[in-house]
């Protein structure tokens, strides 16, 4: 009898052995790599395991040469010295070179156990670069002659609108693409969010051509909305912020949520009134910075505009017409770009300057895409439906 009893516990080791080792495998890369903020010296890769995990990214020259040639640079998911263990990772690279392109390769390694001072670690995940070529970006350049960008906005979970829109407008051949909100209609779940819109722009451009997002309204709802950032514009101090490309400066605003927060739809829970506040702030300093000054062309992304629709006005609008466009007139802005009203059909809102706001504003449809082009001469506007039906059409002189 003693022997069946330890024949058996030996099978059951065994077996408890094979299952730790199954788990160990199937550690993977569950969503990801993206970009996020890609700017001429720096960019930030997320990407998501399925495992608590610690993550890298190492990064090599686009020297011809092969990923596997030599040790490459390591830069890990770390705060304050200490690698994070999360399923979450986020990597901010910085002292690059502007308008240099660069290989990357992301790394996730299961952490099976953290007791005291011993970490048991597991098996890595990464990206392929024997049997496909390696992941790539390219940082921004000032001194580059000529971009262009296309905008996305209000898609709210359609997620096959995403590439026909991008097709519509040839993203392939523009240096970067925006979300300028509303890409989901409540923020539910990590999986909502990657299910709905950023797997498909994970396939078609987000690993190596840089994806920019300004917040919309129907991101901050859900109980999932305080999680943005773990995602988005994850190392920027704030999810407003600026970028250079080219001869244009971007501004990048949060117009937060489009009613008063102590509407009963947000059962208290908002602050935005205040946010907005904060954010002016930051606003005046931006446009009395040399890099806003001496950029030929100033472009304002932000989803709600400080506009009427259909002759009526709400509060988050107002706020964007009361604190932002004073400041905004004093920088001669050359255009603002915004969504949020639509009504879903091919089209487009465009204000010509007022004696409120100083510069046009044009409001993209949520089944429309909008193409930028910019050289030293001139900005090019287009609003485009899935047809490739040019709907509207505006260029702006250089100043």
């Given at each position: ?5 330890r ?5 059951l ?6 299952v ?9 890369i ?19 395991s ?16 092969n ?23 986020s ?21 099976l156990?953290h ?29 580059k002659?000529?971009?262009?960008f ?25 240096d ?11 923020s ?10 950023m ?5 078609l451009?987000a ?7 300004a ?14 950032q ?8 704030h999810?407003?912020f ?34 907005r ?13 040399d ?19 259909q ?25 603002m770009?915004?969504?949020h009203?639509h ?16 510069f046009?504003v044009?409001?993209n449809?949520s ?24 709907l ?6 250089a100043?």
């Amino acid at each position: 009898m003693e022997k069946v009893k330890r024949f058996l516990i030996s099978i059951l080791l065994i077996c408890f052995g094979a299952v730790v080792i199954f788990a160990q495998e199937r550690v993977e890369i569950k969503y990801g790599p993206y970009l996020q903020n890609l700017k001429e010296t720096e960019t930030t890769i997320v990407w998501v395991s399925n495992k608590p995990s610690i993550g890298w990214v190492e990064l090599a020259p686009d020297d011809g040469s092969n990923f596997y040639q030599k040790e490459r640079s390591r830069y890990f998911d770390s705060k304050n010295g200490v690698k994070n263990t999360s399923l979450i990772h986020s990597v901010k690279i910085s002292d690059l070179k502007p308008g240099t392109t660069y290989r990357y390769r992301v790394y996730s390694q299961e952490i099976l156990d953290h007791q005291g001072v011993e970490v048991i670690y597991g098996r890595i995940a990464a990206t392929d670069v024997w049997s496909k070529k390696p992941l790539c970006f390219t940082t921004n350049d000032r001194d580059k002659k000529e971009i262009s960008f296309t905008v996305l906005n209000d898609i709210h979970g359609r997620t096959n609108d995403i590439s026909e829109l991008l097709n519509a407008v040839n993203y392939e051949e523009n240096d970067m693409v925006i979300y300028n909100g509303d890409m989901v209609s409540q923020s539910k779940s990590e999986e909502q969010v990657f299910n709905s819109f950023m797997n498909k722009s994970i396939e078609l451009f987000a690993q190596e051509k840089p994806m920019y997002y300004a917040r919309g309204n129907h991101e901050t709802r859900g109980v999932f909305a305080t999680s943005f950032q773990n995602y988005f514009s994850v190392k920027e101090p704030h999810l407003y912020f600026t970028l250079r490309q080219g001869p244009a400066f971007f501004i990048f605003l949060d117009t937060g949520e489009d009613k008063p927060d102590s509407d009963i739809e947000y059962s208290g829970i908002t602050d935005y009134d205040n946010y907005r506040t904060e954010q002016a702030k930051w606003l005046e300093q931006v446009i009395e910075s040399d890099e806003f000054k001496q950029a030929s062309y100033k472009i304002v992304i932000g989803h709600m505009p400080p506009v009427e629709w259909q002759g009526d006005i709400w509060h988050g609008p107002t706020e964007v017409l009361e604190k932002f466009i004073p400041i905004l007139n004093k920088g001669k802005i050359d255009v603002m770009i915004s969504g949020h009203y639509h009504i879903n059909k091919p089209g487009y809102y465009y204000y010509e300057p007022s004696e409120k706001v100083h510069f046009p504003v044009l409001v993209n449809e949520s089944v429309t895409a909008l193409k930028g082009k910019i050289d030293r001469n001139s900005l090019k506007l287009q609003v485009v439906d899935k047809q490739k039906n040019i709907l509207f059409e505006k260029t702006c002189l250089a100043k």
